[in-house]
Nanobody, 116 residues
Framework: QVSFVESGGAVVQPGGSLRLSCVASGYSFRTYTISWYRQAPGKERELVASLAAIGSNSRYHNSVKGRFTISRDNSRNTAYLQMNSLDPEDTADYSC?????????WGQGTQVTVSP
């Protein structure tokens, strides 16, 4: 079955950096767009970034453009989210996801807390 293992979340000070990793299994990783979502307490889940299976077509939430970079290593079935210049507003649970029509699959998430 489709599953993900996310890692890399931590408590970090404002202005700091983190790199999240997401190891996928149970499907052909290289064939599908991979996405990172986040959900902060009391807020709806939102798309942070996505990266197409072919080429380098990526998109980002406006609030993270220029600070976050999504990448993938198809040989390792792994997606990454490099997060720089972190802000307290980035505090959330981050999870990776894939849409294999008609179902969307989610990982368990990794917590990122940005605090002085």
């Amino acid at each position: 079955q489709v599953s993900f293992v996310e890692s890399g979340g931590a408590v970090v000070q404002p202005g700091g950096s983190l790199r999240l990793s997401c190891v996928a299994s149970g499907y052909s990783f290289r064939t599908y767009t991979i996405s990172w979502y986040r959900q902060a307490p009391g807020k709806e889940r939102e798309l942070v970034a996505s990266l197409a299976a072919i080429g380098s077509n990526s998109r980002y939430h406006n609030s993270v453009k220029g600070r976050f970079t999504i990448s993938r290593d198809n040989s390792r079935n792994t997606a990454y989210l490099q997060m720089n210049s972190l802000d307290p507003e980035d505090t959330a649970d981050y999870s990776c996801s894939v849409l294999i029509h008609p179902a969307r699959f989610w990982g368990q998430g990794t917590q990122v807390t940005v605090s002085p």
